[in-house]
């Protein structure tokens, strides 16, 4: 979903850095084989995801929604040289596609994968986090952030992805649309919530930045 009109769309893509060579190909063999790659995070959000990670070199990172591993290889490109990225994903069969590119780009043994129900995973990984990326099923957002706001350091970062939800949060809300319904709670939750300051950002489906006061 973009918000900006189609020229200046394409202007903002133009003049912003080009996706390195094994996303490319990560991103075409997951539009080939893969069901629904508008999931995809892609070149642009992919680069501003790695262009915050540098600006903050996070030693722990916790991914809330593998799907094909783009955008943990776009986190991974400023993780801190002993750094560690913990991703989860419930779909088992994209983790063979995720070890491939993994293992391709060098940062498998700072990437560990995990399978399964990130709530019930969450809390057996022991480390306090600097960046934590939500980019999943989002009738649990809440619940994330319930889960990992008592394991961020001091200052860490936490993003939310497709947090306009094409729009929706500004229409008349459906009740049978629980995911919407979550949404516009977990955005009035990251305004409120004393211990993080929030700014939402209008990019692509809407990317929202959470930094731990």
Same mark, same amino acid.
């Given at each position: 979903?973009?918000? !900006?009109?189609?020229?200046?769309?394409?202007?903002?893509?133009?003049?912003?850095?080009?996706?390195?060579?094994?996303?490319?190909?990560?991103?075409?063999?997951? =539009? $080939?084989?893969?069901?629904?790659?508008?999931?995809? /995070?892609?070149?642009?959000?992919?680069?501003?995801?790695?262009?915050? /990670?540098?600006?903050? $070199?996070?030693?722990?990172?916790?991914?809330?929604?593998?799907?094909?591993?783009?955008?943990?290889?776009?986190?991974?490109?400023?993780?801190?040289?002993?750094?560690?990225?913990?991703?989860? #994903? &419930?779909?088992?069969? !994209?983790?063979?596609?995720?070890?491939?590119?993994?293992?391709?780009?060098?940062? $498998?043994?700072?990437? $560990?994968?995990?399978?399964?129900?990130?709530?019930?995973?969450?809390?057996? +990984?022991?480390?306090?986090?600097?960046?934590?990326? +939500?980019?999943?099923?989002?009738?649990?957002? +809440?619940?994330?952030?319930?889960?990992?706001? #008592?394991?961020?350091?001091?200052?860490?970062?936490?993003? /939310?992805?497709?947090?306009? =939800?094409?729009?929706?949060?500004?229409?008349?809300?459906?009740? &049978?649309?629980?995911?919407?319904?979550?949404?516009?709670?977990?955005? &009035?939750?990251?305004?409120? #919530?004393?211990?993080?300051?929030?700014?939402? !950002?209008?990019?692509? #489906?809407?990317?929202?930045?959470?930094?731990?006061?």
């Amino acid at each position: 979903m973009h918000f !900006l009109p189609e020229k200046i769309d394409e202007y903002v893509v133009a003049h912003s850095q080009s996706e390195p060579q094994i996303l490319q190909e990560l991103s075409r063999e997951t =539009w $080939q084989k893969v069901l629904n790659p508008r999931m995809l /995070s892609g070149a642009f959000q992919g680069r501003i995801l790695s262009m915050i /990670s540098k600006l903050i $070199q996070p030693k722990n990172v916790l991914e809330i929604g593998t799907y094909t591993g783009y955008s943990a290889l776009s986190i991974a490109e400023g993780l801190h040289p002993k750094g560690k990225i913990y991703t989860i #994903d &419930k779909n088992e069969e !994209l983790e063979t596609l995720q070890h491939k590119y993994f293992k391709k780009s060098g940062f $498998q043994n700072q990437i $560990q994968q995990y399978v399964g129900n990130a709530l019930e995973i969450i809390p057996t +990984i022991d480390v306090k986090f600097d960046l934590v990326f +939500i980019d999943a099923d989002k009738s649990n957002y +809440i619940n994330y952030f319930h889960l990992i706001i #008592d394991k961020m350091n001091a200052g860490g970062i936490i993003l /939310s992805d497709n947090v306009l =939800w094409s729009g929706k949060v500004v229409e008349k809300l459906d009740p &049978k649309d629980i995911d919407t319904k979550v949404l516009l709670e977990y955005n &009035k939750l990251l305004n409120s #919530d004393e211990r993080v300051e929030t700014v939402l !950002l209008p990019i692509r #489906d809407g990317l929202t930045i959470s930094r731990m006061k």
